[in-house]
C-alpha cells in the first residue's frame, strides 16, 4: 500500500462557531456534533480564536480510493504507529483515509511503515 506525504504543518482544532473556518484551503476537515465543532487544518490558517488547539502535526494520506468492503487498512496502520509508540489522529473521506501524526514523530513514523511494507512518497 502506497502513502503520501502531505506538505505542510496542521493543527487540531475545537471552535465555538463554522464562520470561524477558511473553507479555501485545499485540506479542511470538520465534525460537528451536539458537542463541538472540531476542525483539521493548516496551522498557518487555523482560527486564532478557539477553545483549544494543538499545533505540530503532519499528514500521511493512503493513496488511491478505498472501498467499503475493504477491512483493517487504518487497524493495521494504527496497530504498527502504536507498537512503535506513535500516537495519531485519523480522519476519513469518502475515497480514503488521512493520518495525522505528531510532526516530532513522522519520521520514525515513515521509518517504521517502510519496514513494514508500505511505500511512502
Known amino acids: ?6 506538505k505542510g504543518s496542521f493543527s487540531i482544532c475545537k471552535l465555538t462557531s463554522m464562520e470561524q473556518i477558511d473553507f479555501s484551503r485545499e485540506l479542511v476537515f470538520v ?10 487544518c493548516e496551522s498557518a490558517y ?13 499528514v500521511l494520506k493512503i493513496s488511491g480510493i478505498l472501498d ?5 487498512v487504518v ?4 496497530n ?3 507498537d512503535a509508540g506513535i500516537s ?9 483515509d488521512y493520518i495525522l501524526l505528531k510532526t516530532k514523530s513522522f519520521e520514525k513514523g515513515i521509518k517504521v511503515l517502510i519496514h513494514e511494507g508500505y511505500t511512502v512518497y
Open 80 to 82: 504498527i504507529l502504536a
Open 88 to 96: 495519531i489522529f485519523v480522519v476519513s473521506t469518502y475515497n480514503t
Open 46 to 58: 487555523a482560527p486564532k480564536e478557539n477553545l483549544a488547539m494543538e499545533d505540530g502535526w503532519s
Open 75 to 78: 487497524a493495521k496502520i494504527s
Open 1 to 6: 500500500m502506497e502513502l503520501q506525504k502531505i
Open 31 to 40: 465534525a460537528k456534533t451536539p458537542d463541538e465543532i472540531s476542525l483539521v
Open 68 to 72: 467499503f468492503g475493504m477491512v483493517g
